[in-house]
């Protein structure tokens, strides 16, 4: 067994010894959600305040407004009641150091772990590799404010979304802990 395995399990005895939210309805109780990025330095329930059974988070690599994001969000609007989405990027996020072509190359060389350093990306060539990354568009960003605003509006130009949802765009900064409104985006996400 993995050491990784024994401390998540290890943590999950301790977590289920005391458990006592099993009675939290399944809608979530402060009514919104939160699309942010999956990144391991972003704790939603710490900077927005949230404790279990109250929001929904959905995380995916860059907090990208991707067909599945939208599919949750509407789900999440439609069948449990959410009234008010976020899309919540972040400051030195991974997304920003490569682009579609870059991906690709690397796994049509090998689909071991890359590195990166001062001079990019690079591949151990340890094959195989696989051509099937050119047919992915991996949703990577060049400008933080740029792709806040890309994704409200495409959140909001989705045919399944309601008009009446606000959809708030922000920057969560990772030396700071701060929210940084993208004012442009909770513009255009603005409730009609």
Not at 74 to 93: A, N, P, Q
Not at 95 to 105: A, G, H, K, R, V
């Amino acid at each position: 067994m993995s050491t990784i395995l024994n401390e998540v399990l290890h943590a999950n005895q301790g977590y289920s010894a005391d458990f006592d939210k099993g009675d939290l309805p399944m809608p979530p109780g402060r009514r919104f959600a939160i699309l942010t990025c999956m990144d391991a330095r972003l704790d939603p329930a710490k900077y927005a305040g949230l404790s279990e059974g109250d929001a929904h988070v959905i995380r995916n690599a860059g907090g990208r407004a991707s067909d599945d994001a939208i599919r949750s969000l509407v789900i999440s609007y439609k069948l449990l009641g959410t009234r008010e989405w976020f899309v919540i990027h972040h400051t030195d996020c991974g997304m920003e150091t490569f682009n579609n072509d870059i991906m690709s190359d690397l796994l049509s060389k090998s689909l071991k772990t890359a590195s990166v350093d001062a001079d990019g990306w690079h591949d151990s060539c340890e094959g195989p590799g696989c051509s099937e990354g050119k047919y992915i568009n991996w949703l990577t960003i060049k400008d933080q404010a740029e792709s806040v605003l890309e994704d409200v509006l495409r959140i909001k130009s989705h045919p399944l979304v309601p008009a009446n949802i606000p959809v708030y765009g922000f920057i969560y900064d990772v030396k700071s802990g701060r929210l940084q409104e993208v004012p442009a985006a909770t513009e255009a996400g603005r409730a009609s």
